[in-house]
């Protein structure tokens, strides 16, 4: 009887070590999904605050380079970088830009695969200021 006692522990503690792991592994992923998210969520709003620095300078210098150094200067966050290969400024003064964001995550900028889900490209757009 007390064989079977044993036994009936190392099967508790064996379950709940699968649980634990289980659990940890859904945090994880979680955690990378909702940072990929939330690069998108912020990216746009730093992709559109950039635009509108460019569109307010080349409303005063109607100068293409000054203008994609207002919006590469608008852009804070260090894992953020204005394309300037996609920057473009319409007759209107309206300006179009891509901003690159590396969202920051624990498991998928590791594994080379997945490595390109961390990066993701936003557009911005901005009508001259008022």
Same mark, same amino acid.
């Given at each position: 009887?007390?064989?079977?006692?044993?036994?009936?522990?190392?099967? !508790? $503690? +064996?379950? #709940?070590?699968? !649980? $634990? +792991?289980? #659990?940890?592994?859904?945090?994880?992923?979680?955690f990378d999904g909702i940072s990929v998210g939330a690069a998108h969520v912020s990216g746009a709003d730093d992709a559109n605050n950039a635009a509108l620095a460019a569109a307010g300078t080349w409303r005063d210098t109607h100068n293409i380079q000054q203008a994609l150094l207002s919006a590469q200067e608008a852009v804070t966050d260090s894992n953020e970088t204005v394309l300037s290969t996609d920057f473009s400024v319409d007759p209107n003064g309206t300006v179009h830009l891509l901003l690159k964001k590396t969202a920051t995550t624990l498991v998928l900028y590791r594994i080379g695969p997945l490595k390109k889900y961390t990066v993701v490209t936003i557009k911005g757009e901005s009508g001259p200021p008022a």
């Open positions: 009887m007390s064989a079977l006692r044993r036994d009936c522990g190392s099967v !508790v $503690v +064996g379950w #709940l070590v699968r !649980v $634990v +792991g289980a #659990l940890l592994f859904i945090a994880v992923v979680a």
